[in-house]
């Protein structure tokens, strides 16, 4: 840039700077700098997604306990047999003549698994048919079995969650 047009420029700028500093001394209220409006900006938008964190935690947790996938129910299970096996007591897509997108239930699950930072997409395969998931693949533990159903079985188009997650040795 030619020095002419800086040296143009320079005191455009000065005067732009000093006209966004000046306050208005006529009212008792003075408007927020925008400094001051983006820092109450991040100050609410990080509560409001602690809060959404918070009771997206609490939901889960309830859907744990609702559909029998507290730890000790699946050690239960796992005692039993590697099948683990969890219906929804109602559902809105079982109905006759209604199609199902398999695929587009398996991608909604994957994304709920690369999206959950306790288990791992790559170590858990999601099947599909007509409403009943089923997984496979590893888990740390019998908690994140747990976990893995209630994320499948908290799907729309999902009446039945089948798993053979088996717990890493």
Not at 33 to 62: N, Y
Request: charged letters at 25%.
């Amino acid at each position: 840039m030619p020095m002419k047009k800086i040296i143009f420029i320079l005191p455009l700028l000065g005067l732009v700077f000093a006209g966004c500093a000046k306050k208005d001394t006529t009212t008792a209220y003075s408007e927020p700098t925008m400094a001051q409006k983006a820092e109450m900006a991040v100050k609410d938008a990080a509560g409001k997604t602690k809060d959404m964190a918070i009771d997206a935690k609490d939901a889960v947790s309830d859907k744990l306990t609702e559909w029998k996938l507290t730890p000790a129910d699946i050690k239960a299970d796992l005692d039993k047999g590697a099948r683990v096996v969890r219906s929804k007591a109602s559902t809105t897509g079982a109905k006759a003549g209604v199609m199902f997108d398999n695929a587009k239930v398996v991608t909604v699950i994957n994304a709920k698994l690369v999206g959950d930072y306790k288990l791992s997409a790559l170590k858990i395969n999601v099947d599909a048919d007509n409403g009943v998931v089923t997984l496979k693949g590893t888990v740390k533990s019998p908690e994140l079995i747990g976990r893995a159903i209630a994320l499948a079985l908290d799907t729309d188009d999902v009446s039945q969650v089948v798993s053979l997650l088996k717990v890493e040795a």
